[in-house]
């Protein structure tokens, strides 16, 4: 028999916990009754500021996925889960609200692995990075130095 703790089911439980801060996000959010919307009374001769979308969020890891949630422009939650031995990541998102218009979706998935070999993309550096290790090299320093 299988115990919860064995390697193999751990990432399910990753999960799993990710979906419970999300739903107690949810919970949090729909306790306050304005959806992330500060509160107090505005006169017409005070001057309107936007309200600040509050931080919610939270992450957490083990030595094999990391897990964050945080809260999309929309407000609806969403949770990445980064499986970092096999490199990918994987997005969703959960909105709360009546049983027929709450849901959890999943918004993609990617291997990542290539991606994190990349030197630059969509970099709006200064410097590129095949510029910087050229100067490092120049001077007789590594660019990518152990320590």
Do not use: C
């Amino acid at each position: 028999m299988k115990s919860w703790l064995e390697p193999r089911t751990a990432p399910a439980w990753i999960v799993f916990a990710g979906l419970v801060l999300v739903a107690l996000g949810l919970a949090a959010e729909s306790q306050t009754g304005n959806n992330g919307q500060g509160g107090g009374t505005t006169s017409s001769t005070q001057s309107t500021k936007p309200f600040a979308t509050p931080g919610y969020g939270t992450s957490d890891s083990n030595n094999r996925m990391i897990a964050v949630t945080g809260v999309d422009v929309t407000g609806g939650s969403i949770l990445y889960l980064i499986d970092t031995e096999n490199r990918h990541i994987s997005v969703y998102s959960a909105q709360g609200g009546t049983s027929s218009t709450s849901n959890i979706k999943w918004i993609g998935g990617r291997n990542i692995d290539l991606d994190l070999q990349v030197d630059g993309f969509n970099d709006k550096s200064e410097h590129s990075f095949k510029e910087l290790a050229r100067r490092f090299a120049e001077n007789g320093a590594s660019a990518t130095s152990e320590k």
